[in-house]
Every structure is written in structure tokens, then in C-alpha cells.
């Protein structure tokens, strides 16, 4: 009967702290999505400025250069502009970001401004789509600097209330 308890006070303290690891690696690893959505807007905003490439030939070859988490975001927002199925860019975009990013560690409010940015983009003319893709390049900047300054602090707090909380359950279980 003792061992099992043991064996049981192991598994929760195991449990709970590999939830601790999971949550810290998803705020790490949204930062990295971050970043790489950052780089991708950033060459969207080349093409589209210095190459003068309408907006669905960008995404187009965004969505074929690109080999990371947004390739089949990108390619899919291809796809459906190819089709010409009469859905405007907003109602393409978001419906991507809703089917496409799943699988991303962005959270609601990440997501929420990606479908705000493509609605602002695809019916402007070309400067107002270069300003659009400015501001939101400078509101991932925010992001992204104000996440990297606490993904650190935030990691290590996971990490242990994770284990914390393994001990704590463990001990009133006993």
C-alpha cells in the first residue's frame, strides 16, 4: 500500500512539472512564432515596395520561398486568391488565420490582431498598404520586445509552479 502511494506522489509531482515545462516551451516558442511572422512581413513589405509586386504575387511567393510554421498559412491564403472564388482578402485571411494557425503557439490576441492587419490590407492602394504593413510591423516589434523582456522571468515561474504544485497535491493527497 505504501509503495503505491510513492508511486503515485512520483507520477503527480511528474505530471504536473512537465506542465510547468509545457506551458514555459509555448511561451518560448511563441516568441519564435513572433519573430518568424515578423520576417515574413518584413518580405512581404520588400516585395511589395521595392519589387512593386501586386499584393496576392507577394503572398504567392512568400508562400513558395518560405519553409517555416507559416508556409501553410501563406500558401493557403494563395490558393484561395488563385481561385478568384469572389471572398475578399479580409474574409480570406481570417478565415487562414482561423484554419492554418492552429497548430502555432499565438495566442487569441495574436491572432485576433493578424486577422485586424489583413483586413486593413487588402483593399488599400499601395502606399496605404506599405503604412499598414509598418504599423503592424511595429505593434509585433512591441510584442515581441515586451515578451522577450519577461519570457525569461515567466519561463522559470512556470517551470516551478509546475513542480511546486506537483509537491503540493502530493502532500495533501498523503
Not at 519564435?32 to 519589387?51: A, P, S, T
Not at 513542480?163 to 493527497?173: D, H, K, N, T, V
Request: with cysteine; charged share 20%; proline share 1%.
Amino acid at each position: 500500500m505504501q509503495i503505491t502511494k510513492v508511486v503515485g506522489c512520483i507520477l503527480i509531482i511528474l505530471s504536473s512539472a512537465l506542465m510547468g515545462f509545457y506551458y514555459s516551451g509555448e511561451l518560448k516558442s511563441r516568441v519564435n512564432n513572433l519573430k518568424e511572422l515578423r520576417k515574413l512581413i518584413v518580405l512581404l513589405r520588400g516585395d511589395i515596395r521595392y519589387g512593386n509586386t501586386p499584393l496576392p504575387e507577394a503572398i504567392c511567393a512568400i508562400a513558395r520561398r518560405h519553409e517555416g510554421v507559416f508556409k501553410g498559412f501563406f500558401a493557403r491564403v494563395s490558393e484561395k486568391l488563385g481561385e478568384n472564388s469572389g471572398s475578399t482578402f479580409a474574409q480570406v485571411w481570417a478565415e487562414a488565420v482561423n484554419g492554418e494557425l492552429i497548430q502555432t503557439s499565438l495566442n487569441r490576441k495574436d491572432k485576433s490582431g493578424l486577422v485586424q492587419f489583413g483586413e486593413n490590407l487588402g483593399y488599400l492602394d499601395k502606399e496605404m498598404q506599405l503604412n499598414t504593413l509598418d504599423l503592424y510591423l511595429s505593434q509585433l516589434e512591441d510584442e515581441i520586445s515586451d515578451l522577450s523582456k519577461t519570457v525569461k522571468e515567466k519561463s522559470y515561474l512556470y517551470s516551478t509552479l509546475g513542480i511546486m504544485a506537483g509537491i503540493f497535491i502530493s502532500i495533501i493527497l498523503i
